[in-house]
Nanobody
Framework: QVQLVESGGGSVQAGGSLRLSCVAS??????MGWFRQAPGKEREGVAT????????WYADSVKGRFTISRDNAKNTIYLQMNSLKPDATGMYYC??????????????????WGQGTQVTVSS
């Protein structure tokens, strides 16, 4: 099992920035990433990163504004979110798995999830 603990959510005005962190413990995981769930909508993939090599994937809606990164020494991944828009509002979940099938497509289905951190962007 992998335990994931997110932090860094909060409230910000449109155009602002937030950085989310996710600390992982437990067995090794080859893929980690961020998902979000807006009110009344299904959970969707935001960004994924391979912990070895650092290759990453982003949803089209966040490309150029969000950056996913990792610090393997700290077992932590980050999501730097810039130029935030109100449609970014939602609960952000960290996810991890040893299996990385479809990690590059937004269809990756990880088995391990954090509790989530709320992000609210006001206009």
């Amino acid at each position: 099992q992998v335990q994931l603990v997110e932090s860094g959510g909060g409230s910000v005005q449109a155009g602002g920035s937030l950085r989310l962190s996710c600390v992982a413990s437990g067995y090794s995981r080859n893929c980690m990433g961020w998902f979000r769930q807006a009110p009344g909508k299904e959970r969707e993939g935001v960004a994924t990163i391979l912990t070895v090599g650092g290759d990453s994937w982003y949803a089209d809606s966040v490309k150029g504004r969000f950056t996913i990164s990792r610090d393997n020494a700290k077992n932590t991944i980050y999501l730097q979110m810039n130029s935030l828009k109100p449609d970014a509002t939602g609960m952000y979940y960290c996810a991890a798995d040893q299996m990385c099938r479809l990690w590059y497509s937004g269809k990756w289905s990880p088995q391990n999830w954090g509790q989530g951190t709320q992000v609210t962007v006001s206009s």
